[in-house]
């Protein structure tokens, strides 16, 4: 059995965080999917035209204020969905990886909303967010050679293997999705109160694409908060 879990004292310093879960099994990741192409350019078109304006720092506030409560600096250590909003901002086209990353980031855009994208197949025993440990070990995307984590730092990790570093900042070469990848856990981080309706509202349209373009069959959705703190990805 495989699961998702956030661990308790987490809630200590983030008392209404929130991640909205959906599990898609039987994904075709080895051609580019049309739809998802023009899904990912139009929504990136469209927040470059009616968002030119926007003061994004503002529009991830809530992000940004739980690096300060994880004694991060946002400034330092940009989250992805402010990094990715500024990216689309100044014009940039995000080029077409592969279907679930261009899926990934076109709803990450359209929402304004961290959505990430774990491999099931490389979770050892599943996927935690919990505060680094002694003997935890990091691979920065692209690189070779895995660095030992200090302690204390809130990550996504599997077994030793740390995921993201800094919750939302940084992915690891491990976690990166390839075009074998077939199936997928996607964590929607937010805040209950601040943005969780949303977080259900991208958690229930992504399940609606990847049935109705992607003809997913195996699908599981779920939410975890402080009440109820795990989820069951596979038996």
Avoid at 203 to 208: I, K, S, T
Wanted: aromatic letters at 10%.
């Amino acid at each position: 059995m495989k699961k998702f879990r956030i661990e308790k004292d987490v809630f200590e310093k983030l008392p209404n965080y929130c991640v909205g879960i959906v599990v898609a099994k039987g994904i075709d990741n080895e051609i580019f999917n049309k739809k998802v192409e023009d899904f990912l350019d139009n929504t990136v078109n469209n927040f470059a035209t009616n968002k030119k304006e926007a003061n994004i720092r503002e529009l991830v506030s809530p992000y940004r204020e739980a690096f300060y409560a994880l004694e991060m600096n946002p400034n330092k250590y940009m989250c992805s969905i402010e990094a990715l909003l500024k990216r689309v901002q100044k014009g940039s086209k995000l080029p077409h990886i592969n279907t679930i990353v261009d899926l990934g980031n076109a709803f990450s855009v359209k929402y304004e909303l961290p959505l990430g994208a774990h491999d099931v197949d490389k979770l050892e025993w599943g996927l935690e967010v919990r505060f680094s440990k002694e003997n935890d070990t990091f691979l920065p995307l692209g690189e070779t050679e895995t660095e030992n984590m200090p302690t204390g730092e809130l990550v996504y990790a599997s077994s030793n293997t740390v995921k993201t570093r800094r919750w939302i900042w940084r992915q690891s070469n491990d976690g990166k999705i390839e075009e074998t990848t077939q199936n997928v856990f996607f964590p929607i981080d937010g805040f209950k109160g601040i943005n969780d309706k949303q977080v259900l509202k991208l958690r229930d349209e992504l399940v609606e694409f990847l049935t109705s373009v992607l003809c997913c069959k195996d699908i599981k959705i779920g939410f975890v908060d402080k009440a109820n703190n795990e989820f069951v990805i596979s038996e």
